[in-house]
């Protein structure tokens, strides 16, 4: 089934590009590891994802492709393809990739209803014999009539964060009916253990949790009219 490409540009919220053994590119442009992309289904309510995988050591790999839904939507993965063998799902089946190579030849279909919210995916490539040695990067799918931002919420503000779990570093997507306020952590017993304030109306922040004890927290939109957009974050 031909598949149409709509639309696709990456999030500003980049972070440096550290020396690993995989990493992904897209459009000729590279990802940076834990990076976001954002992409719009085309006419035909499907997507056709085409990222790019590098091998960055001099000796070959077998990898595998695995991705997973992070939240609540009718969009779906349909199926991971490497080179001509596609499997049905969210997980490829393993391919080669040589040293110091780049490989080009896959693909993950997306099925997208019209009336579906924003999907967030998380794409993983990894070495079979060393899950260590992995590249990670994050889809938003929107639909074909979607708004290239994150929708309103209640009090007009809009949070997602992820990874949730979280281990080390957690990126929140944030909108506001402003340009004030600060993004706020707390423990389950009101505690606040992270602050960060927000210059735009709209973005995305990161938030080192590494420190932090393993635990649910609490993180919402402060003002000075009260706590907004109040969600809860696994910190493991």
Known sequence: MKKTLFFALLVSCISFAQAQTLSFSYNYQPVAEGDTVILQAGANNEFQFTPAIHNNELFNLVCIIECSKLNTTTSEIVSVCTGILCKDGYVSAPFQLAGNTTYSDTHIDFDVPADAAMGLFKITVYDTNNHNSQATMYVKMYN?????GIAQSDNNVALTA????????????YSLSNDHG????YTMTGKMVLEQSLNASE??????VSTLPSGVYMYGIKNSNGLYGIKKLVVK
Do not use: F, S
């Open 203 to 208: 973005g995305c922040v990161r938030l080192d």
């Open 182 to 185: 600060t993004l706020v952590l």
């Open 162 to 173: 992820y990874p949730n779990p979280a281990t080390g570093e957690v990126t929140v997507d």
């Open 144 to 148: 074909k009539n979607g708004n290239l």
